[in-house]
């Protein structure tokens, strides 16, 4: 098992009565409706501490900071897998620590940069996934819409999302021997 951690940066805060619009210094930004925070399912009232991370698919160890496999479930419950053209993790807390989330029947705003090399394959609306911890898979939950070089989508919580398009799923069983055809265990191996 190979594990990689993601820097949790406390990047920013905005004002729950407020709202307000939050830059990530990697990529991307994500905008708040006023008095959209939720501490559990209660209206929340304070500074909100915003930590978020954009992870690029072009990046050579994107595979290791990515949760789970690729795989996911989509609107019509198939198991898919997934090229991601960009991906977002986002926490929000409140003044004294505590977790924060989205309101119930309100949306924040995701603005997901598209690497350069992915922009000849970008569609002008992708769907949106997010990672259910649960299930360990990713999870279809709307769309987003290609403007510029981002994907610009509505979120109704956080977690970490991305803009990644489903293709069939498929199963490859690989075997990998030593010069003595001995099976050889703990291989990394990148296709």
Request: aromatic share 10%.
């Amino acid at each position: 098992v190979k594990i990689v951690l993601v820097k949790k940066d406390s990047n920013g805060f905005v004002s729950s009565s407020n709202g307000g619009e939050h830059s990530l210094t990697n990529g991307g930004k994500i905008v708040f409706e006023a008095n959209s925070f939720a501490l559990d399912g209660n209206e929340y009232n304070g500074q909100v501490k915003i930590s978020a991370y954009y992870l690029d698919p072009t990046e050579p160890d994107f595979l290791l900071r990515s949760p789970g496999d690729l795989s996911a479930i989509n609107t019509s419950n198939q198991l898919v897998s997934l090229q991601s053209f960009g991906m977002m993790a986002v926490e929000l807390e409140g003044e004294s620590g505590e977790k924060l989330n989205i309101s119930s029947g309100k949306t924040a705003t995701i603005h997901v940069p598209v690497p350069d090399g992915l922009m000849a394959d970008a569609v002008s609306e992708i769907p949106l996934w997010h990672f259910d911890t649960d299930a360990d898979r990713w999870v279809e939950e709307g769309t987003a819409t290609l403007s510029g070089n981002e994907y610009i989508g509505e979120v109704s919580h956080f977690s970490w999302w991305k803009c990644d398009i489903p293709f069939e799923y498929t199963t490859l069983c690989l075997t990998f021997v030593d010069e003595t055809s001995t099976p050889v265990q703990g291989l990394w191996a990148t296709l």
